[in-house]
């Protein structure tokens, strides 16, 4: 039995962007396996060069991504949407383990299926490295405050 996952499709201006803070929402939690269910048992992923498929293996990839990407901070913004799909633009601020700072940019294409689980994420991101100094986003882990500002208030 398929879980519903509101906003479901087709997709309004307010609806898509609301998917679209859940899904950064969700991201900045940083729990894998909550993550994991907004996504179909089956779905499957590009992100960069490695192709991902099924829940299991998004809570993998995700553990791996976040030992490695320290105080990952993310902003996304919707692009574009039309009916069941939603193209999303993003960028998020992280460290590693050496202490060097990077942004990374890019964007995303999400396709869902009828209960609003995403079924389909293609994801193109480049990372920037960046001082320490030049980071914009300071809250604190966890979801991002509502009165700071998203990636077009910020020029990015």
């Not at 879980?3 to 898509?16: D, E, N």
């Not at 992923?45 to 990952?72: P, S, T």
């Not at 100094?133 to 020029?155: K, N, T």
Request: aromatic share 12%; charged share 30%; net charge neutral.
């Amino acid at each position: 039995m398929n879980q519903s996952r509101p906003p479901l499709p087709p997709f309004t201006v307010r609806t898509a962007v609301e998917k679209v803070r859940q899904g950064e929402d969700g991201w900045n939690g940083r729990d894998p396996e909550k993550v994991a269910l907004a996504y179909t048992i089956d779905s499957t992923w590009r992100n960069r060069a490695e192709f991902v498929q099924g829940r299991e293996a998004i809570i993998g990839f995700l553990r791996r991504k976040w030992a490695r990407e320290l105080d990952y901070r993310l902003i996304k913004e919707m692009w574009a949407f039309h009916e069941n799909r939603i193209a999303v633009r993003f960028a998020y601020e992280w460290h590693d383990d050496s202490g060097n700072w990077f942004r990374s940019y890019g964007n995303e294409n999400w396709e869902f299926d009828e209960h609003g689980l995403m079924r389909r994420r293609l994801a193109c991101i480049n990372d920037l490295p960046i001082r320490e100094s030049d980071r914009l986003y300071h809250w604190p882990l966890g979801r991002r405050p509502d009165d700071h500002p998203g990636l077009s208030e910020l020029g990015l």
